[in-house]
């Protein structure tokens, strides 16, 4: 079962690697990967998993803040 603490985890790897998208060698676009379809397909998912799933606050917190952005580039 995924808990709190998955979900957590799990935006935390995305919104560390979002900053991959335009700046790696092969960035996720691309090799055909829209980072933010990942983002809610997932949150899709786990919204039918767990009643208690927040779209909102997944998709949140799995966003770079403009901070992270700018550290990161």
């Known amino acids: 079962m ?3 603490k ?10 560390e ?5 335009d700046v790696a060698p092969h960035t ?5 990967i829209d980072p ?5 397909n997932l949150g899709y998912y786990f919204e039918e998993d767990n009643p208690n799933f927040d779209y ?7 966003t770079p803040k403009q ?3 700018w550290l990161i580039k």
């Open 2 to 4: 995924i808990t709190k």
């Open 6 to 15: 998955h979900y957590n985890e799990m935006a935390k790897i995305i919104r």
């Open 17 to 21: 690697a979002s900053w991959l998208i």
């Open 28 to 32: 996720a676009k691309e090799v055909g």
């Open 36 to 40: 933010y379809d990942l983002v809610m």
């Open 56 to 62: 909102e606050k997944w998709c949140n917190a799995c």
């Open 67 to 69: 901070e992270e952005v």
